[in-house]
């Protein structure tokens, strides 16, 4: 066919290599149509996961996840101040601390006094006895361990606090009804010995009325004070070893009766140093710490064993005593010294620091002995003499009293009786009754009488009589029943107890 002339050709587009490389092929895809220039596509939108849950699931979820960030964002800066302020307690009690031990050992503002009697045997002590400086290293091993056994098992190994034993305090105070910080406290013998040190603060008279003020205040049982006792504790474990902190426990600890430290308390109930202690020993010492005066075996010996028993079977829990060990201390527990089983001096005691000097006796800041002139057997004879009239002679429930006292022809005090019942403090009939003699007085004006020649059968006129007492005008006595009966006897006169014959 003919090819017309005005008519275009067609166009046909070239062939290509048909062996185009991959990357090729994806650049000439990815481009656009004409005038595409090669560019490329943006990258597929990923596409969100669809949403699990409900709307409330959703809310609490997010509600959430926002107060653990609220919280755990303030929860560490909260622990870092406090970190701070506890190294900045710690710092300063550490460098105000003494690092003299001995210093630390004898923490009393007053001393003690100790009576000896005529025979120089000990029978009274007033205020604390401190038996002398000792430590963890000299006293008897059963001593060391039973104090670690019932006060803080695991002593050598904490810093200063039990975050456990604190713990566990709390709960069971909780399990009996009582607050979380009232009754068990949990505390480490660490903990202790800073209660004991009242946190370094000595005693001041201008701070506290007297020395049973400081002591309460020192106890305190407060949540705040047991947070401060925590970097002092802190502090005494940097300053100290263990056996050193346990050494100012067993100097400081109050052990009932006037002890002051486990050597005064030995000394006290056993009659020896608290080196030489047997393991029951030792577990009746240690069972006073939870309640001196409530378990102190001159108040309770029965109680006191009992207790012992309690301390003696945690010893053998943690392996301080084998069974062999821990049977035989069951068997024979301990008892009494002779000495600490006597009364603690009685009336006279009171008179001796009552009547002597301030210095010496109430206001002493040291340990003083001081010899009397009491006479023990006398003293007992009294004592029993006074009960067997009261027991015999008067009706019960009379308010009668009466108070005896025997002096040797020194003058030196012998015995006293001040009442049928001594109270520690107490009235002395003996020597503050401020009250006429009567005619209880007679004996001795008949027994000068005789020193002086007369005669138990010599006369005498009992009769009426007027004398004139200088300062006072005259003075006529009488008889108690009014009656004169004339010449008699001295014997007679005495028998009668007349009274114009005495005078």
Same mark, same amino acid.
């Given at each position: 066919?003919?090819?017309?002339?005005?008519?275009?050709?067609?166009?046909?587009?070239?062939?290509?290599?048909?062996?185009?490389?991959?990357?090729?092929?994806?650049?000439?895809?990815?481009?656009?149509?004409?005038?595409?220039?090669?560019?490329?596509?943006?990258?597929?939108?990923?596409?969100?996961?669809?949403?699990?849950?409900?709307?409330?699931?959703?809310?609490?979820?997010?509600?959430?996840?926002?107060?653990?960030?609220?919280?755990?964002?303030?929860?560490?800066?909260?622990?870092?101040?406090?970190?701070?302020?506890?190294?900045?307690?710690?710092?300063?009690?550490?460098?105000?601390?003494?690092?003299?031990?001995?210093?630390?050992?004898?923490?009393?503002?007053?001393?003690?006094?100790?009576?000896?009697?005529?025979?120089?045997?000990?029978?009274?002590?007033?205020?604390?006895?401190?038996?002398?400086?000792?430590?963890?290293?000299?006293?008897?091993?059963?001593?060391?361990?039973?104090?670690?056994?019932?006060?803080?098992?695991?002593?050598?190994?904490?810093?200063?606090?039990?975050?456990?034993?604190? %713990? #566990?305090?709390?709960?069971?105070?909780? *399990? =009996?009804? +009582?607050?979380?910080?009232?009754? /068990?406290?949990?505390? !480490?013998?660490?903990?202790?010995?800073?209660?004991?040190?009242?946190?370094?603060?000595?005693?001041?008279?201008?701070?506290?009325?007297?020395?049973?003020?400081?002591?309460?205040?020192?106890?305190?049982?407060?949540?705040?004070?047991?947070?401060?006792?925590?970097?002092?504790?802190?502090?005494?474990?940097?300053?100290?070893?263990?056996?050193?902190?346990?050494?100012?426990?067993?100097?400081?600890?109050?052990?009932? %009766? #006037?002890?002051?430290?486990?050597?005064? *308390? =030995?000394? +006290?109930?056993?009659?020896?140093? /608290?080196?030489?202690? !047997?393991?029951?020993?030792?577990?009746?010492?240690?069972?006073?710490?939870?309640?001196?005066?409530?378990?102190?075996?001159?108040?309770?010996?029965?109680?006191?064993?009992?207790?012992?028993?309690?301390?003696?079977?945690?010893?053998?829990?943690?392996?301080?005593?084998?069974?062999?060990?821990?049977?035989?201390?069951?068997?024979?527990?301990?008892?009494?010294?002779?000495?600490?089983?006597?009364?603690?001096?009685?009336?006279?005691?009171?008179?001796?620091?009552?009547?002597?000097?301030?210095?010496?006796?109430?206001?002493?800041?040291?340990?003083?002995?001081?010899?009397?002139?009491?006479?023990?057997?006398?003293?007992?004879?009294?004592?029993?003499?006074?009960?067997?009239?009261?027991?015999?002679?008067?009706?019960?429930?009379?308010?009668?009293?009466?108070?005896?006292?025997?002096?040797?022809?020194?003058?030196?005090?012998?015995?006293?009786?001040?009442?049928?019942?001594?109270?520690?403090?107490?009235?002395?009939?003996?020597?503050?009754?401020?009250?006429?003699?009567?005619?209880?007085?007679?004996?001795?004006?008949?027994?000068?009488?005789?020193?002086?020649?007369?005669?138990?059968?010599?006369?005498?006129?009992?009769?009426?009589?007027?004398?004139?007492?200088?300062?006072?005008?005259?003075?006529?006595?009488?008889?108690?029943?009014?009656?004169?009966?004339?010449?008699?006897?001295?014997?007679?006169?005495?028998?009668?107890?007349?009274?114009?014959?005495?005078?």
């Amino acid at each position: 066919m003919a090819s017309t002339p005005n008519r275009r050709p067609r166009l046909v587009a070239e062939r290509r290599a048909s062996a185009a490389s991959p990357s090729t092929g994806r650049a000439r895809g990815n481009g656009g149509g004409s005038g595409g220039g090669g560019g490329k596509r943006p990258p597929p939108r990923r596409r969100k996961p669809a949403r699990k849950g409900n709307f409330l699931t959703r809310f609490f979820g997010g509600l959430f996840r926002l107060i653990w960030r609220v919280v755990w964002g303030v929860f560490w800066r909260v622990s870092v101040v406090v970190a701070l302020v506890m190294a900045g307690a710690t710092f300063y009690f550490y460098t105000t601390m003494p690092a003299d031990l001995t210093d630390m050992l004898d923490g009393r503002a007053r001393g003690s006094v100790t009576m000896l009697d005529a025979d120089g045997e000990v029978f009274a002590w007033r205020g604390e006895s401190f038996g002398g400086f000792t430590t963890a290293e000299s006293v008897s091993p059963h001593l060391r361990n039973a104090i670690v056994a019932t006060e803080d098992r695991r002593f050598y190994w904490h810093m200063g606090v039990s975050p456990r034993g604190i %713990a #566990g305090a709390i709960r069971s105070n909780m *399990a =009996a009804g +009582r607050g979380p910080f009232s009754g /068990a406290g949990g505390s !480490t013998i660490t903990q202790q010995v800073a209660k004991l040190l009242c946190l370094g603060r000595a005693f001041d008279p201008d701070i506290w009325d007297s020395e049973a003020d400081y002591e309460a205040d020192c106890r305190e049982g407060t949540l705040w004070r047991k947070i401060q006792e925590l970097p002092y504790a802190f502090a005494l474990e940097l300053r100290f070893t263990k056996n050193e902190i346990l050494s100012i426990y067993i100097n400081r600890a109050f052990l009932g %009766a #006037g002890s002051r430290g486990f050597e005064a *308390a =030995a000394q +006290r109930y056993f009659g020896h140093s /608290a080196a030489a202690v !047997t393991p029951q020993e030792a577990a009746m010492l240690a069972g006073l710490l939870v309640a001196p005066s409530y378990y102190a075996p001159t108040r309770n010996l029965e109680r006191a064993q009992e207790r012992a028993n309690v301390v003696l079977g945690l010893m053998g829990e943690q392996g301080y005593l084998n069974d062999a060990e821990l049977a035989q201390a069951r068997a024979a527990p301990a008892t009494l010294h002779e000495a600490a089983e006597t009364p603690t001096g009685g009336f006279f005691a009171d008179w001796v620091m009552q009547s002597g000097p301030a210095w010496l006796t109430r206001d002493t800041t040291e340990d003083v002995v001081i010899q009397t002139t009491l006479d023990q057997r006398i003293q007992h004879a009294a004592e029993e003499a006074l009960a067997h009239v009261f027991a015999t002679r008067v009706r019960n429930g009379s308010e009668a009293e009466a108070g005896i006292l025997v002096m040797s022809a020194d003058g030196a005090v012998r015995g006293m009786v001040g009442g049928r019942r001594y109270v520690p403090g107490g009235f002395n009939r003996a020597t503050q009754a401020r009250r006429q003699t009567g005619s209880a007085f007679k004996p001795f004006v008949y027994a000068l009488a005789m020193d002086m020649g007369y005669e138990p059968y010599d006369l005498v006129e009992d009769a009426p009589l007027t004398l004139d007492v200088p300062g006072s005008g005259p003075w006529t006595p009488r008889n108690y029943t009014n009656d004169f009966l004339g010449f008699m006897t001295l014997t007679e006169a005495l028998a009668r107890s007349q009274n114009i014959p005495a005078v």
